[in-house]
Nanobody, 123 residues
Framework: QVQLVESGGGLVQPGGSLRLSCAASGRFFSINGMGWYRQAPGKQRDLVATITSGGITDYADSVRGRFTISRDNAKNTVYLQMNSLKPEDTAVYYC?????????????????WGQGTQVIVST
């Protein structure tokens, strides 16, 4: 009922920048929480950044000061601006949505995930 499609990944040199986008589609009333997670080869999936519908943000210590999360509620899209990229940022980045409402009076107890987009930081 909620589809999340990430885009914007690719290959970038250390110190470079990328902007990821995640567009939510489907028949829903609202989405409270949206965020970005990443998973490097052989490692667990970790939180990168989250943002509420009211604009409250949280960042992993490893990306704070370099990455910026934002969202456009009218477009149902969340963004991740990644600056000063490091090789250790290489991972598949996943978009997540929670606190989804299909009606104004009902919040679904389910998390939705996108398919992921690859980010490679290398010379």
């Amino acid at each position: 009922q909620v589809q999340l499609v990430e885009s914007g990944g690719g290959l970038v040199q250390p110190g470079g920048s990328l902007r990821l986008s995640c567009a939510a589609s489907g028949r829903f009333f609202s989405i409270n929480g949206m965020g970005w997670y990443r998973q490097a080869p052989g490692k667990q999936r970790d939180l990168v950044a989250t943002i509420t519908s009211g604009g409250i943000t949280d960042y992993a210590d490893s990306v704070r000061g370099r990455f910026t999360i934002s969202r456009d509620n009218a477009k149902n899209t969340v963004y991740l601006q990644m600056n000063s990229l490091k090789p250790e940022d290489t991972a598949v980045y996943y978009c997540k949505a929670d606190g989804v409402r299909f009606y104004s009076w009902s919040t679904i107890d389910h998390e939705y995930w996108g398919q992921g987009t690859q980010v490679i930081v290398s010379t």
